[in-house]
């Protein structure tokens, strides 16, 4: 099987294609660095968003005439999402230092169960340079 | 010897029609035993596809445990626990870049630094950014700097209780944790470790022709977006080697039996193109006083009224380089070295690429071992 694959005329196209990859990728990437094709592109990235936000306000109205959350609407919600997920992620701060607070104010009152922390003390290997 | 020329020609005839049967016949097999094996191999191929997309979890990331310690608007500091009894003083806080996720630092379970790190007697907190909100987009590299890298090293300090942290900063995480030392150089940083990280925009060539160019106007694009969107992020990043993801799918093509090879391609794959967006004042920072007016070289970059002046930072430091790094390539780092203060500085460059450098398998047996070599010498 191994020896089919070595003759597979598409495994050999692939190879060809991953060795040669980079050469290509550097001509493609200086072709993008030219002046001109910089001028252009900077140019194509503002229509692109000029068009889109025409075309996101046009189609706005029409989606919510049609009961359809447009794209606007999706990144509300994403973002009263990501909200949400801060407030969680706040309380999840604020149970753990309270957690650590209860875990010493215990220690204090019992000494077996004071709190569990690796000691700070460790060296490196005589061979570590 | 044949007696009978017509019966040798008869024989000949049936020996040469049997031939051709037995041809027809091999042919057939043979024909049978290649489509056989087209078919085994198209199922062999797919079986790995098939089952990593039914099974999502068979590629979880970020196995390491850990712990929501701080939340302060973009940034999340998370502390990982211990695996050992007895750690090291000082602790470390591996600062990711503004645009990329963490999990590329704790990939799998035996692919991952912060586990290698665990595993070494570190203790390790890890400083990763959410994806900023629309109102966010107002966040700058000053916020960036003082207020979340600083508020995560404060963080740190209170949780462990020691008043100093090394920070390993990895591409334009090493650039913040950079900055900010420049801004403290009485403390608290102990040490400070860079990954593959650009100081020098002149260097990032493609990004400066684009950015220069009269015709792109970032200010008016953040006016627009907010924001820069991570596929934004991501097309530019994959302009720089605009072939290569395709050459990788046909490596994984190559290798669709490997199902450890083709777990591992799958989950670089999803953090190469799981780019975080940016928000719009600190790409704007980004783009016009990084890269085109070149600031940290040409030690003008100031934050809040402050010069972070490069010179400054006299902790013991490392800068670790890519010798095959396409994203951040030589001449956008090299200069790091000069600009620092420090007395105790190294710099080493690894063969590899600006991930495989620190995930990949050169990463798990050069670089990790090299890194808590230096690490632990400067860690009590």
Known sequence: MSND???????????????SEKSWSDALTEMMGDERFSDGMG??????????????????QYLANLNIPSRGDILDMSDRLAQIEDTLGSIQVELRSQRALLTTLAAGTKSESKPKRPARTRKPQADAS | ?????????????????STTAGR?????????????????????????GLSLHVSESDLDVGPTPKELVYSNETARLYHYEPLLDEIYRVPILLVMSPVAKGY????????????????????????????????????????????LVGGCIEAVVDDCGENEVTLVGYCMGGMLSAMYTALNP???????????????????ELYKKWMSSPAFDIERLVKELGNIPGDFVNSSIQALRPLQRSANQMRLLNHA???????????????????????????????????????????????????????????PFLHVAALHDHIVPAAASKDFIDLVGSEDKQEIVMKGGHVSLVAGGNAVFRLWPQLDSWLGARAL
Request: charged share 30%; glycine share 6%; with cysteine.
């Open chain 1, 5 to 19: 694959e070595s003759m597979d005329p598409m495994r050999l196209w692939r190879e060809w294609f991953v060795k």
């Open chain 1, 43 to 60: 140019r194509y990235v503002h229509e692109a968003l000029h068009s889109h936000r025409m075309f996101g306000e046009s189609m706005g």
């Open chain 2, 1 to 17: 010897m044949q007696a009978d020329p017509a019966a040798a020609i008869e024989e000949t005839k049936h020996m040469s029609s």
């Open chain 2, 24 to 48: 027809a016949d091999d042919s057939d097999s043979e024909l049978d035993a290649r489509i056989e094996n087209v078919v085994e191999r198209t199922i062999l191929r797919n079986i790995p």
């Open chain 2, 104 to 147: 590329i630092l704790d990939l799998a379970e035996g692919q991952s630094l912060v586990e290698y790190l665990l595993l070494q007697g570190h203790d390790v907190y890890m400083l990763e950014w959410a994806a900023p909100r629309r109102e966010q987009s107002e966040l700058g590299l000053d916020d960036y700097v003082i207020d």
């Open chain 2, 186 to 204: 009485e403390g608290p940083v102990k040490n400070l470790v860079c990954f593959t990280t650009p100081v020098n925009g002149d260097g990032m």
């Open chain 2, 257 to 315: 039996q490997d199902d450890a090879f083709v777990k591992a391609h799958l989950r670089f794959d999803r953090w190469a193109v799981d780019q975080l967006p940016v928000p719009g004042r600190l790409a704007i920072a980004l783009a016009r006083d990084f890269i085109v007016e070149n600031k940290i070289v040409n030690n003008k970059l100031e934050l809040r009224g402050e010069l972070a002046d490069f010179s400054k930072i006299t902790v």
